[in-house]
Protein backbone atom coordinates (compact mmCIF):
# COMPACT_ATOMS: atom_id res chain seq x y z
CA UNK A 1 0.00 0.00 0.00
CA UNK A 2 1.21 3.39 -1.24
CA UNK A 3 2.06 5.99 1.58
CA UNK A 4 1.50 9.88 1.16
CA UNK A 5 3.12 11.97 3.29
CA UNK A 6 1.22 14.70 5.38
CA UNK A 7 1.80 18.34 5.18
CA UNK A 8 1.41 20.82 8.00
CA UNK A 9 -1.09 23.01 7.96
CA UNK A 10 -1.06 26.64 8.24
CA UNK A 11 -2.89 26.59 11.55
CA UNK A 12 0.29 24.96 13.03
CA UNK A 13 2.66 27.18 11.66
CA UNK A 14 0.63 29.65 13.15
CA UNK A 15 0.66 28.21 16.75
CA UNK A 16 4.36 27.85 16.51
CA UNK A 17 5.18 31.10 15.76
CA UNK A 18 3.76 32.81 18.92
CA UNK A 19 6.38 33.56 21.56
CA UNK A 20 8.46 34.93 18.54
CA UNK A 21 5.45 37.89 18.14
CA UNK A 22 5.37 37.93 21.68
CA UNK A 23 9.19 38.91 22.04
CA UNK A 24 8.57 41.06 19.33
CA UNK A 25 5.84 43.09 20.68
CA UNK A 26 7.42 43.84 23.88
CA UNK A 27 10.34 44.67 22.15
CA UNK A 28 7.91 47.33 20.09
CA UNK A 29 6.73 48.56 23.38
CA UNK A 30 9.97 49.61 25.23
CA UNK A 31 10.78 51.27 21.73
CA UNK A 32 7.59 53.42 21.78
CA UNK A 33 8.10 54.11 25.22
CA UNK A 34 11.67 55.22 25.11
CA UNK A 35 10.62 57.50 22.11
CA UNK A 36 8.14 58.79 24.52
CA UNK A 37 10.45 59.51 26.70
CA UNK A 38 12.80 61.10 24.54
CA UNK A 39 10.46 63.14 23.03
CA UNK A 40 9.48 64.24 26.67
CA UNK A 41 13.08 65.01 27.40
CA UNK A 42 13.33 66.94 23.86
CA UNK A 43 9.98 69.42 24.79
CA UNK A 44 11.64 69.76 28.54
CA UNK A 45 14.95 70.99 26.70
CA UNK A 46 13.16 73.25 24.31
CA UNK A 47 10.87 74.52 27.14
CA UNK A 48 14.63 75.27 29.43
CA UNK A 49 16.01 77.53 26.07
CA UNK A 50 14.15 80.32 26.64
CA UNK A 51 14.67 80.64 30.21
CA UNK A 52 18.36 79.77 29.49
CA UNK A 53 19.09 82.83 27.13
CA UNK A 54 16.99 84.99 29.70
CA UNK A 55 19.76 83.91 32.34
CA UNK A 56 22.54 85.13 29.83
CA UNK A 57 20.94 88.37 28.84
CA UNK A 58 20.80 88.89 32.23
CA UNK A 59 24.28 87.99 33.10
CA UNK A 60 25.88 89.64 30.03
CA UNK A 61 23.65 92.93 30.77
CA UNK A 62 25.46 92.29 34.21
CA UNK A 63 28.78 92.13 32.29
CA UNK A 64 28.37 95.56 31.13
CA UNK A 65 27.47 97.51 33.58
CA UNK A 66 30.55 96.18 35.37
CA UNK A 67 32.67 97.29 33.09
CA UNK A 68 31.02 100.92 32.51
CA UNK A 69 31.29 100.99 36.50
CA UNK A 70 34.69 100.17 36.51
CA UNK A 71 35.73 102.50 33.82
CA UNK A 72 34.17 105.30 35.13
CA UNK A 73 36.04 104.84 38.34
CA UNK A 74 39.47 104.35 36.62
CA UNK A 75 38.38 107.87 35.08
CA UNK A 76 37.52 109.32 38.05
CA UNK A 77 41.24 108.17 39.99
CA UNK A 78 42.76 109.37 37.06
CA UNK A 79 41.35 112.49 37.05
CA UNK A 80 42.25 112.41 41.16
CA UNK A 81 45.89 111.46 40.50
CA UNK A 82 46.11 114.29 37.82
CA UNK A 83 44.65 117.13 40.00
CA UNK A 84 47.17 115.83 43.18
CA UNK A 85 50.39 115.59 40.64
CA UNK A 86 49.20 119.48 39.67
CA UNK A 87 49.03 120.58 43.30
CA UNK A 88 52.58 118.83 44.28
CA UNK A 89 54.33 120.66 41.80
CA UNK A 90 52.66 123.67 42.18
CA UNK A 91 53.94 123.71 46.08
CA UNK A 92 57.47 122.41 45.10
CA UNK A 93 57.18 125.55 42.68
CA UNK A 94 56.35 127.78 45.52
CA UNK A 95 58.89 125.99 48.17
CA UNK A 96 61.68 126.14 46.04
CA UNK A 97 61.08 130.39 45.31
CA UNK A 98 60.59 131.10 49.09
CA UNK A 99 63.92 128.93 50.31
CA UNK A 100 66.51 131.64 49.67
CA UNK A 101 64.27 134.23 51.26
CA UNK A 102 62.84 132.13 53.78
CA UNK A 103 65.08 129.00 54.86
CA UNK A 104 62.28 126.59 54.33
CA UNK A 105 62.80 123.33 53.48
CA UNK A 106 61.64 120.33 50.86
CA UNK A 107 63.20 117.93 53.11
CA UNK A 108 60.74 118.70 55.98
CA UNK A 109 63.49 119.50 58.44
CA UNK A 110 63.39 123.12 60.09
CA UNK A 111 66.89 124.95 58.69
CA UNK A 112 66.27 128.25 60.26
CA UNK A 113 67.03 126.97 63.65
CA UNK A 114 70.92 125.68 64.44
CA UNK A 115 69.84 122.33 65.83
CA UNK A 116 68.50 121.24 62.02
CA UNK A 117 70.07 117.53 61.79
CA UNK A 118 70.95 117.01 65.18
CA UNK A 119 68.94 114.42 66.16
CA UNK A 120 69.23 112.21 62.92
CA UNK A 121 70.44 108.88 63.62
CA UNK A 122 73.48 109.04 61.88
CA UNK A 123 74.65 111.62 63.95
CA UNK A 124 73.54 110.36 67.45
CA UNK A 125 75.50 107.27 66.17
CA UNK A 126 77.96 109.69 65.76
CA UNK A 127 78.59 110.98 69.34
CA UNK A 128 77.95 107.55 71.10
CA UNK A 129 80.35 105.85 68.98
CA UNK A 130 83.26 108.53 69.25
CA UNK A 131 82.75 111.09 71.35
CA UNK A 132 82.98 108.92 74.96
CA UNK A 133 86.61 107.87 73.36
CA UNK A 134 87.49 111.91 72.51
CA UNK A 135 86.43 112.83 76.01
CA UNK A 136 88.60 110.19 77.27
CA UNK A 137 91.63 110.62 75.07
CA UNK A 138 91.68 114.22 75.80
CA UNK A 139 91.60 113.55 79.75
CA UNK A 140 94.58 111.39 79.83
CA UNK A 141 96.40 113.92 77.24
CA UNK A 142 95.85 116.76 79.74
CA UNK A 143 97.17 114.74 82.74
CA UNK A 144 100.62 114.44 80.00
CA UNK A 145 99.97 118.14 79.19
CA UNK A 146 102.05 120.30 77.64
CA UNK A 147 102.15 120.06 73.82
CA UNK A 148 100.13 117.11 73.99
CA UNK A 149 97.56 118.41 75.77
CA UNK A 150 97.39 121.21 73.17
CA UNK A 151 97.26 118.65 70.31
CA UNK A 152 94.61 117.26 71.43
CA UNK A 153 92.35 120.03 71.92
CA UNK A 154 92.73 120.46 68.26
CA UNK A 155 91.75 116.77 68.16
CA UNK A 156 88.63 117.41 70.17
CA UNK A 157 87.80 120.31 67.99
CA UNK A 158 88.63 117.89 64.63
CA UNK A 159 85.68 115.52 66.32
CA UNK A 160 83.02 118.95 66.51
CA UNK A 161 83.58 119.46 62.44
CA UNK A 162 83.32 116.17 61.51
CA UNK A 163 80.11 116.30 63.53
CA UNK A 164 79.11 118.98 61.45
CA UNK A 165 79.74 118.17 58.03
CA UNK A 166 78.15 115.17 58.84
CA UNK A 167 74.73 117.21 60.00
CA UNK A 168 75.35 118.88 56.88
CA UNK A 169 75.37 115.56 54.71
CA UNK A 170 71.80 114.34 56.60
CA UNK A 171 70.07 117.74 55.64
CA UNK A 172 71.61 117.99 51.86
CA UNK A 173 72.21 116.34 48.61
CA UNK A 174 75.83 115.84 47.30
CA UNK A 175 77.81 119.05 46.60
CA UNK A 176 79.91 119.55 43.61
CA UNK A 177 83.28 119.30 43.69
CA UNK A 178 83.85 122.95 43.94
CA UNK A 179 81.40 122.89 47.02
CA UNK A 180 83.40 120.13 48.72
CA UNK A 181 86.77 121.97 49.65
CA UNK A 182 84.69 124.44 50.93
CA UNK A 183 82.56 122.20 53.39
CA UNK A 184 86.01 120.64 53.92
CA UNK A 185 87.40 123.76 55.33
CA UNK A 186 87.43 123.49 59.04
CA UNK A 187 88.23 119.65 59.13
CA UNK A 188 91.70 120.35 56.92
CA UNK A 189 92.60 122.88 58.99
CA UNK A 190 92.19 121.01 62.17
CA UNK A 191 94.50 118.50 60.46
CA UNK A 192 96.69 120.68 59.13
CA UNK A 193 97.17 122.06 62.19
CA UNK A 194 97.97 118.66 64.39
CA UNK A 195 100.51 117.82 62.05
CA UNK A 196 102.39 121.42 62.01
CA UNK A 197 102.11 120.82 66.08
CA UNK A 198 104.02 118.29 65.29
CA UNK A 199 106.92 119.07 63.35
CA UNK A 200 107.63 122.29 64.93
CA UNK A 201 108.26 120.29 68.31
CA UNK A 202 110.79 117.42 66.89
CA UNK A 203 113.35 117.88 70.05
CA UNK A 204 110.81 117.36 72.16
CA UNK A 205 110.49 114.48 74.47
CA UNK A 206 106.80 113.79 73.89
CA UNK A 207 108.15 113.91 70.09
CA UNK A 208 106.60 110.22 69.59
CA UNK A 209 103.42 111.14 71.08
CA UNK A 210 102.80 113.82 68.68
CA UNK A 211 103.50 111.65 65.60
CA UNK A 212 101.62 109.33 66.59
CA UNK A 213 98.38 111.86 66.57
CA UNK A 214 99.70 112.84 63.42
CA UNK A 215 100.18 109.82 61.66
CA UNK A 216 96.63 108.26 62.74
CA UNK A 217 94.42 111.83 62.38
CA UNK A 218 94.40 111.27 59.22
CA UNK A 219 91.53 108.38 59.55
CA UNK A 220 89.50 111.12 59.72
CA UNK A 221 89.39 112.34 56.44
CA UNK A 222 87.16 109.08 55.42
CA UNK A 223 84.68 111.43 54.45
CA UNK A 224 86.15 112.48 51.26
CA UNK A 225 87.32 108.41 50.53
CA UNK A 226 85.10 106.45 48.12
CA UNK A 227 84.13 103.66 47.87
CA UNK A 228 86.19 101.73 50.87
CA UNK A 229 86.19 104.53 53.80
CA UNK A 230 86.94 101.52 56.07
CA UNK A 231 90.07 99.99 55.03
CA UNK A 232 91.57 103.59 54.71
CA UNK A 233 90.73 104.13 58.13
CA UNK A 234 92.84 100.86 59.27
CA UNK A 235 95.08 102.00 57.53
CA UNK A 236 95.84 105.11 58.91
CA UNK A 237 95.08 103.17 62.54
CA UNK A 238 98.34 100.97 61.17
CA UNK A 239 100.35 104.12 60.50
CA UNK A 240 100.02 105.53 64.26
CA UNK A 241 101.09 102.11 65.44
CA UNK A 242 104.47 102.24 64.63
CA UNK A 243 104.77 105.78 66.79
CA UNK A 244 102.33 104.02 69.22
CA UNK A 245 104.96 101.01 70.28
CA UNK A 246 107.57 103.82 70.55
CA UNK A 247 106.12 105.47 72.74
CA UNK A 248 104.91 102.11 74.86
CA UNK A 249 108.61 101.21 74.49
CA UNK A 250 109.50 104.49 76.54
CA UNK A 251 106.91 105.02 78.74
CA UNK A 252 105.47 101.61 79.69
CA UNK A 253 107.60 101.06 82.70
CA UNK A 254 107.80 104.72 83.81
CA UNK A 255 104.30 106.07 83.48
CA UNK A 256 101.05 104.39 83.21
CA UNK A 257 98.89 106.94 82.11
CA UNK A 258 100.97 106.97 78.93
CA UNK A 259 99.95 103.48 77.98
CA UNK A 260 96.48 104.36 78.60
CA UNK A 261 96.58 107.28 76.29
CA UNK A 262 97.69 105.17 73.50
CA UNK A 263 94.99 102.64 74.29
CA UNK A 264 92.47 105.86 74.01
CA UNK A 265 93.40 106.77 71.07
CA UNK A 266 93.57 103.75 69.06
CA UNK A 267 90.58 102.95 70.46
CA UNK A 268 89.15 106.29 68.92
CA UNK A 269 90.43 105.14 65.71
CA UNK A 270 88.85 101.36 66.53
CA UNK A 271 85.10 103.00 67.17
CA UNK A 272 85.43 105.45 64.12
CA UNK A 273 85.96 102.48 61.60
CA UNK A 274 83.34 100.14 63.18
CA UNK A 275 81.19 103.50 62.87
CA UNK A 276 81.86 104.28 59.17
CA UNK A 277 81.41 100.49 58.51
CA UNK A 278 78.03 100.59 60.03
CA UNK A 279 75.89 103.66 58.57
CA UNK A 280 78.77 104.61 55.69
CA UNK A 281 80.15 101.50 53.78
CA UNK A 282 80.79 102.79 50.50
CA UNK A 283 80.99 106.90 51.76
CA UNK A 284 79.48 109.57 53.42
CA UNK A 285 75.46 109.21 52.31
CA UNK A 286 74.16 112.26 51.41
CA UNK A 287 70.69 113.25 51.50
CA UNK A 288 69.04 113.26 47.63
CA UNK A 289 65.72 114.68 48.64
CA UNK A 290 67.54 117.32 51.03
CA UNK A 291 68.42 121.36 50.01
CA UNK A 292 71.58 122.71 48.57
CA UNK A 293 74.13 122.81 50.52
CA UNK A 294 74.65 126.87 51.48
CA UNK A 295 71.25 126.76 52.89
CA UNK A 296 72.07 124.01 55.51
CA UNK A 297 75.96 125.36 56.17
CA UNK A 298 74.28 128.48 57.23
CA UNK A 299 71.60 127.35 58.98
CA UNK A 300 74.11 124.53 61.37
CA UNK A 301 77.26 127.34 61.22
CA UNK A 302 75.52 130.36 61.66
CA UNK A 303 76.89 131.40 58.53
CA UNK A 304 75.01 135.06 56.79
CA UNK A 305 77.21 134.38 53.37
CA UNK A 306 77.34 130.98 51.44
CA UNK A 307 79.93 128.57 51.48
CA UNK A 308 82.75 129.94 49.31
CA UNK A 309 83.68 127.84 46.23
CA UNK A 310 87.62 126.72 46.10
CA UNK A 311 89.09 128.48 43.29
CA UNK A 312 88.82 125.74 40.14
CA UNK A 313 92.95 125.17 39.45
CA UNK A 314 94.32 126.23 36.12
CA UNK A 315 95.23 129.67 37.30
CA UNK A 316 97.94 131.11 35.30
CA UNK A 317 101.79 130.73 37.14
CA UNK A 318 103.29 133.59 38.48
CA UNK A 319 105.69 135.46 35.98
CA UNK A 320 109.15 134.02 35.89
CA UNK A 321 111.84 136.55 37.55
CA UNK A 322 113.85 139.36 36.19
CA UNK A 323 117.58 137.99 34.95
CA UNK A 324 120.37 139.08 37.50
CA UNK A 325 121.98 141.76 37.02
CA UNK A 326 125.33 141.99 35.05
CA UNK A 327 128.73 143.41 37.36
CA UNK A 328 131.28 145.12 35.50
CA UNK A 329 134.71 145.30 37.11
CA UNK A 330 134.17 147.94 39.44
CA UNK A 331 131.36 146.14 40.49
CA UNK A 332 128.49 148.00 39.90
CA UNK A 333 125.84 147.10 37.83
CA UNK A 334 125.49 147.83 34.00
CA UNK A 335 122.68 146.62 31.88
CA UNK A 336 124.05 148.10 28.55
CA UNK A 337 127.59 147.05 29.14
CA UNK A 338 126.02 143.55 29.91
CA UNK A 339 124.07 143.77 26.38
CA UNK A 340 126.79 144.77 24.25
CA UNK A 341 129.07 141.94 25.76
CA UNK A 342 126.31 139.37 25.12
CA UNK A 343 125.81 140.50 21.69
CA UNK A 344 129.69 140.72 20.65
CA UNK A 345 129.92 137.12 22.31
CA UNK A 346 126.96 135.98 19.40
CA UNK A 347 127.94 138.29 16.79
CA UNK A 348 131.55 136.17 17.27
CA UNK A 349 129.63 132.67 17.39
CA UNK A 350 128.09 133.31 13.83
CA UNK A 351 131.54 133.52 11.59
CA UNK A 352 131.64 129.97 12.19
CA UNK A 353 135.45 128.87 11.08
CA UNK A 354 136.51 132.32 10.65
CA UNK A 355 136.31 133.02 14.65
CA UNK A 356 139.66 131.66 14.62
CA UNK A 357 140.98 134.14 11.87
CA UNK A 358 141.90 136.60 14.60
CA UNK A 359 144.61 134.79 16.92
CA UNK A 360 148.42 134.75 16.35
CA UNK A 361 150.72 132.06 16.94
CA UNK A 362 152.78 132.03 19.97
CA UNK A 363 156.36 131.92 19.45
CA UNK A 364 158.65 129.08 22.02
CA UNK A 365 160.74 132.36 23.18
CA UNK A 366 156.88 133.90 24.96
CA UNK A 367 155.76 130.08 26.14
CA UNK A 368 156.10 130.18 30.02
CA UNK A 369 156.67 126.25 30.09
CA UNK A 370 160.02 126.42 28.38
CA UNK A 371 161.54 129.44 29.63
CA UNK A 372 161.99 129.75 33.58
CA UNK A 373 163.21 133.52 33.51
CA UNK A 374 159.88 134.62 32.17
CA UNK A 375 157.79 132.48 35.43
CA UNK A 376 160.17 134.04 37.27
CA UNK A 377 159.37 137.57 35.80
CA UNK A 378 155.57 137.31 36.02
CA UNK A 379 155.86 136.49 39.78
CA UNK A 380 153.59 134.16 41.76
CA UNK A 381 150.14 133.26 40.58
CA UNK A 382 147.40 134.85 42.99
CA UNK A 383 144.83 132.47 43.85
CA UNK A 384 141.39 133.78 43.51
CA UNK A 385 139.26 134.68 46.98
CA UNK A 386 137.38 131.65 47.98
CA UNK A 387 133.86 132.43 48.88
CA UNK A 388 131.96 130.83 51.64
CA UNK A 389 129.95 128.16 49.04
CA UNK A 390 133.41 127.09 47.83
CA UNK A 391 134.80 126.28 51.59
CA UNK A 392 132.15 123.23 51.62
CA UNK A 393 133.77 119.44 52.34
CA UNK A 394 133.69 117.11 49.97
CA UNK A 395 130.49 115.11 51.27
CA UNK A 396 128.45 118.59 51.62
CA UNK A 397 129.14 119.09 47.99
CA UNK A 398 128.24 115.09 47.35
CA UNK A 399 125.16 115.36 49.28
CA UNK A 400 124.27 118.59 47.22
CA UNK A 401 124.59 116.99 44.19
CA UNK A 402 122.50 113.98 45.02
CA UNK A 403 118.65 115.69 45.25
CA UNK A 404 115.61 113.02 46.71
CA UNK A 405 114.53 110.61 44.44
CA UNK A 406 111.74 108.25 44.49
CA UNK A 407 110.41 106.66 41.53
CA UNK A 408 109.75 103.20 40.07
CA UNK A 409 112.61 101.38 37.67
CA UNK A 410 110.82 98.43 36.18
CA UNK A 411 109.90 96.47 38.77
CA UNK A 412 112.60 98.58 41.10
CA UNK A 413 111.06 101.60 43.34
CA UNK A 414 114.42 103.82 44.32
CA UNK A 415 114.23 105.85 47.10
CA UNK A 416 117.16 107.93 47.70
CA UNK A 417 118.61 111.04 49.54
CA UNK A 418 115.28 111.98 51.80
CA UNK A 419 115.39 113.71 55.04
CA UNK A 420 112.85 114.32 57.69
CA UNK A 421 109.83 113.27 55.87
CA UNK A 422 107.13 111.01 55.72
CA UNK A 423 106.92 108.63 52.39
CA UNK A 424 104.12 106.03 51.21
CA UNK A 425 104.71 103.54 48.61
CA UNK A 426 101.39 101.87 47.07
CA UNK A 427 103.20 98.02 45.48
CA UNK A 428 100.91 96.98 42.62
CA UNK A 429 103.07 94.00 41.80
CA UNK A 430 104.31 91.26 44.05
CA UNK A 431 107.51 91.27 42.01
CA UNK A 432 108.24 94.80 42.87
CA UNK A 433 111.08 95.69 45.38
CA UNK A 434 112.27 98.37 47.45
CA UNK A 435 115.55 100.20 47.91
CA UNK A 436 116.01 102.63 50.38
CA UNK A 437 119.21 104.35 50.33
CA UNK A 438 121.14 107.47 52.12
CA UNK A 439 118.35 108.93 53.93
CA UNK A 440 118.40 110.17 57.27
CA UNK A 441 115.06 110.50 59.70
CA UNK A 442 113.04 109.74 56.70
CA UNK A 443 109.57 107.34 57.56
CA UNK A 444 109.00 105.05 54.54
CA UNK A 445 105.20 102.80 54.38
CA UNK A 446 105.03 100.39 51.68
CA UNK A 447 100.97 99.52 51.42
CA UNK A 448 100.52 96.13 49.83
CA UNK A 449 102.68 93.23 48.97
CA UNK A 450 105.70 93.03 47.50
CA UNK A 451 109.17 91.00 47.08
CA UNK A 452 111.33 92.51 49.21
CA UNK A 453 113.06 95.79 50.93
CA UNK A 454 116.54 96.75 51.40
CA UNK A 455 117.54 99.57 53.40
CA UNK A 456 121.04 100.82 52.77
CA UNK A 457 123.06 103.03 54.56
CA UNK A 458 120.50 105.18 56.41
CA UNK A 459 120.37 106.73 59.90
CA UNK A 460 117.54 107.29 62.10
CA UNK A 461 114.43 105.58 59.47
CA UNK A 462 111.74 104.07 59.65
CA UNK A 463 110.16 101.55 57.54
CA UNK A 464 106.46 99.94 57.74
CA UNK A 465 105.65 97.43 55.31
CA UNK A 466 102.37 94.56 55.12
CA UNK A 467 103.85 91.69 53.74
CA UNK A 468 107.06 90.34 51.97
CA UNK A 469 107.35 87.42 49.57
CA UNK A 470 111.41 87.11 49.96
CA UNK A 471 112.94 89.25 53.03
CA UNK A 472 114.10 92.57 54.84
CA UNK A 473 117.57 93.74 54.37
CA UNK A 474 119.40 96.36 56.71
CA UNK A 475 122.77 96.73 55.59
CA UNK A 476 125.64 99.75 56.53
CA UNK A 477 122.42 101.84 58.86
CA UNK A 478 122.14 103.50 62.24
CA UNK A 479 119.38 103.44 64.40
CA UNK A 480 116.72 102.31 62.28
CA UNK A 481 113.29 100.93 62.49
CA UNK A 482 111.83 98.21 60.79
CA UNK A 483 107.75 97.17 61.51
CA UNK A 484 106.08 94.04 59.55
CA UNK A 485 102.43 94.28 59.68
CA UNK A 486 101.13 90.79 58.15
CA UNK A 487 104.18 88.32 56.90
CA UNK A 488 107.94 88.55 56.15
CA UNK A 489 109.90 85.55 55.68
CA UNK A 490 113.48 86.74 56.73
CA UNK A 491 115.12 89.75 58.06
CA UNK A 492 118.69 90.07 57.22
CA UNK A 493 121.34 91.95 59.50
CA UNK A 494 124.38 93.18 58.49
CA UNK A 495 126.68 95.96 59.73
CA UNK A 496 124.45 97.77 61.24
CA UNK A 497 124.21 99.97 64.80
CA UNK A 498 121.06 100.14 66.41
CA UNK A 499 118.09 98.24 64.62
CA UNK A 500 114.71 98.11 66.45
CA UNK A 501 112.25 94.99 64.73
CA UNK A 502 108.44 94.97 65.02
CA UNK A 503 106.67 91.79 64.29
CA UNK A 504 103.39 91.29 63.74
CA UNK A 505 101.65 88.33 65.36
CA UNK A 506 101.22 86.40 62.14
CA UNK A 507 105.01 86.81 61.77
CA UNK A 508 106.11 86.39 65.48
CA UNK A 509 106.07 82.53 64.61
CA UNK A 510 107.18 82.04 61.06
CA UNK A 511 110.62 85.08 60.59
CA UNK A 512 113.80 83.98 60.58
CA UNK A 513 116.10 86.56 61.60
CA UNK A 514 120.03 86.97 60.45
CA UNK A 515 122.39 88.92 62.00
CA UNK A 516 125.89 89.43 60.99
CA UNK A 517 128.04 92.46 62.84
CA UNK A 518 125.08 94.01 64.02
CA UNK A 519 124.71 95.54 67.75
CA UNK A 520 121.46 96.92 69.74
CA UNK A 521 119.42 94.86 67.54
CA UNK A 522 115.87 94.21 69.67
CA UNK A 523 112.57 92.58 68.13
CA UNK A 524 109.38 93.33 69.68
CA UNK A 525 106.50 91.00 69.12
CA UNK A 526 102.71 90.71 70.52
CA UNK A 527 102.70 88.25 72.96
CA UNK A 528 98.64 86.16 74.12
CA UNK A 529 96.61 87.84 76.80
CA UNK A 530 93.37 87.78 77.85
CA UNK A 531 92.16 91.32 76.92
CA UNK A 532 91.63 91.77 72.94
CA UNK A 533 92.24 95.53 73.68
CA UNK A 534 95.86 95.15 75.26
CA UNK A 535 98.58 96.61 72.50
CA UNK A 536 101.61 95.58 74.75
CA UNK A 537 104.55 94.18 73.07
CA UNK A 538 106.91 91.98 74.72
CA UNK A 539 110.89 93.26 73.59
CA UNK A 540 113.92 90.36 73.52
CA UNK A 541 117.52 91.89 72.70
CA UNK A 542 119.33 89.86 69.97
CA UNK A 543 122.50 88.39 71.72
CA UNK A 544 126.02 90.15 70.60
CA UNK A 545 128.31 88.52 72.71
CA UNK A 546 129.48 84.52 72.05
CA UNK A 547 131.55 82.64 73.92
CA UNK A 548 133.76 79.41 71.58
CA UNK A 549 135.84 76.75 72.72
CA UNK A 550 137.10 73.77 71.71
CA UNK A 551 135.68 70.66 72.31
CA UNK A 552 137.22 67.66 70.98
CA UNK A 553 138.52 69.03 68.30
CA UNK A 554 136.25 71.40 66.95
CA UNK A 555 135.01 74.58 67.87
CA UNK A 556 132.06 74.83 69.70
CA UNK A 557 130.07 78.50 70.35
CA UNK A 558 127.62 79.43 72.52
CA UNK A 559 125.90 82.77 74.07
CA UNK A 560 127.34 84.39 76.31
CA UNK A 561 125.91 84.81 79.41
CA UNK A 562 126.26 87.26 82.39
CA UNK A 563 124.79 85.65 85.51
CA UNK A 564 124.39 87.94 88.73
Not at 262 to 284: D, I, M, N, P, Q
Not at 288 to 311: F, M, Q, S, W
Not at 370 to 379: D, E, F, T, V
Request: glycine share 6%.
Amino acid sequence: MKQTSKKPTAKAIVLDDTPQLDALEKLAKVDIVSTAELHANIEQKIDDIPATRHELRRRQQQLVELQMTTSTDLQSLLRRIEKATTRLEELATKRAEAAPAGGSSTSGVDLTTSNAGADSKVVLEYEAAVQPQIAKFVSYSDKIGGVVSEQARLVEALYHAQRSFIRIATLTKKPTMDQLPGLLGPQQSAIQQIIALRDANRPSEYFDNLSTIAEGIAAFGWVAVEPTPVPYINDMKDSAQFYANRVLKKWREKDENQVEWVKAFLSTLRELSAYVKLFHTTGLVWNPKGEDVEVAARAINGETAAVAPVRSAGAPPPPPPPPPPVYTDSGETDSSAGATTRGALFADLNKGGDITSGLRKVEKTQMTHKNPALRAAAGPVKEAPHSASTTATPQQTQSKQRPPRMELQGSKWEVENYGTEHLTIEATETKQTVYMFNCTGTTLEIRGKLNGVAIDNCQKCGVVFDSLVAQCEIVNCKSVQVQARETVPAIQIDRTDGAQVFLSEAARDNTQITTAKASEVNVSYPYETLNPEDDNFVEQPIPEQFQTVVKNGKLVTTVLEHSS
